[in-house]
């Protein structure tokens, strides 16, 4: 089965084999807060296809779970959160690199 095309053929990475989340508990990635979300954006943080994912959440507009290595609050959370996560979204897009909250940042 092909993978469901998005956009200027952006297809979906989750089907993608190579993805550091391939096999994984998908669970993971949909925690309720930002702290029990840290266990996926570990994972994201290591996966090859970061910037496809991050380009595919935000083309998406996924509400929910951890998606390039951020964390998109659900539908409770107000318009400001989903708007700096799906700007969060947009610089992983851009730079090719995890966003990395400014309290985890190594010196």
Known sequence: MKPKMLGRNLSDP?????????????EVFFPDTITEAAEAVEICVQ????????????RAGVTDGVFASVWV??????????NTARARLALVAAT?????????EVA
């Open 14 to 26: 989750h089907h993608a084999a190579d993805r550091a989340c391939a096999g994984l508990n998908t």
């Open 47 to 58: 996966c090859p296809l970061l910037t496809r994912c991050a380009e595919w959440a935000a």
């Open 73 to 82: 609050p659900g539908l409770g959370a107000s318009t400001q959160d989903k």
């Open 96 to 104: 090719g690199l995890p966003y990395v909250e400014p309290s985890q």
